[in-house]
């Protein structure tokens, strides 16, 4: 858990190592902590995947938070 005010969450993958940061700023419930800790997992897996691209929520994104929301029953709408 970081102090952030310009990300709420935000993964790196730097030097071999890998990370998710949420940012205590934002995340003021469970809830909200564990839907930006799936939705940055996401990320992570996209980049050990080698899945990324520019567009930040590509298809696969799409694809892999719809199976999340709809596993764990988090709004998809506010997911993304």
């Known amino acids: ?3 952030s005010y310009e990300n709420e ?3 790196m993958r730097e030097d071999g190592e890998e ?3 949420i940012s205590s700023v934002y995340c003021k419930t469970e809830h909200k902590l564990k ?3 799936a939705h940055e997992m996401i990320h992570l897996l996209q980049a050990h995947d080698e899945l ?3 567009v930040v ?3 696969d994104f799409k694809r892999r938070a719809a199976l999340v929301c709809e596993h764990i029953g988090f709004n998809y709408d506010n997911f993304v």
């Open 1 to 3: 858990v970081v102090v």
């Open 9 to 11: 969450a935000y993964y």
């Open 19 to 21: 990370g998710i940061y």
């Open 35 to 37: 839907a930006l800790m």
């Open 52 to 54: 990324e691209t520019r």
């Open 57 to 59: 929520h590509n298809r």
